[in-house]
């Protein structure tokens, strides 16, 4: 294939990642109501990434997702008040908070495993 017909495929592939993002974008809008009514699709990627790298700082998740601190903080916050996750001082540092998932979190996790893997099968 030649440079001009790649060239020509761009636009073709930069429409499919847009596809894929927004169907993603969906399905994270369904999970996070299905892990909790009043969860929203981006606190429900947080509370993921948090599952995936717990224990980590507010600041550590910030730099993963190349966010905000203060856009992190909010999420975070709104994670506490619906107890999906727990703030441990360290015990290394005691003025750094560490973020993991509970009890509750896992619970959804657990559900919504079995049924986002139904689904991609």
Request: negative net charge; aromatic residues 6%; hydrophobic residues 40%.
């Amino acid at each position: 294939m030649n440079e001009s017909a790649r060239d020509d495929l761009i636009p073709e592939i930069i429409s499919e990642f847009s596809q894929a993002f927004a169907a993603a974008r969906s399905r994270w809008t369904r999970y996070a109501e299905e892990a909790h009514p009043d969860l929203r699709g981006p606190a429900f990627l947080l509370l993921q990434t948090i599952q995936r790298h717990e224990p980590i700082t507010a600041t550590g998740l910030a730099s993963m997702l190349g966010q905000d601190k203060a856009i992190i903080s909010r999420q975070i916050a709104t994670l506490r008040e619906l107890g999906l996750i727990d703030a441990t001082p360290s015990e290394q540092d005691k003025r750094v908070t560490l973020l993991s998932t509970n009890a509750a979190s896992q619970e959804a996790f657990a559900g919504l495993q079995a049924y986002t893997a139904d689904a991609y099968r």
